[in-house]
């Protein structure tokens, strides 16, 4: 199995970054779409807009948020799927997954890698 990893999709791009995928759910701020270099925009996977909205990057609700995410990545079907296709992706090659957040700790990434690996 390849690596699985995660970054922020505003560090800069590398040459082993493998399958780049977008895992969130708006388009981020100032970065254009073909400057990302992306292989895929999988925003289906992102957390429910209520729920972002509820967690609202706030390190205190992050245990709560990681919970009720999990539930979505185990109970509805898209996110099944997406996380199947990303699963067989990693078999075959790196998988970096970005996202936008500034916190590096306090974001959905974590909670799809950990759920990924």
Known sequence: ????????????????????????RLW???IKKEDARLSAWEKEIAPSSELRKAFNHKPELF???????????RTDTEKIRKLEKLRSISEEKKVTLLYAAKDPIYNHARILLEELN
């Open 63 to 73: 245990s709560e948020f990681r919970v009720k995410y999990l539930i979505e990545l």
């Open 28 to 30: 981020p701020r100032g």
């Open 1 to 24: 199995m390849a690596e699985i990893i995660i970054k922020r999709i505003y560090d800069p791009i590398e040459v082993d970054d493998g399958y780049r995928v977008l895992i969130d």
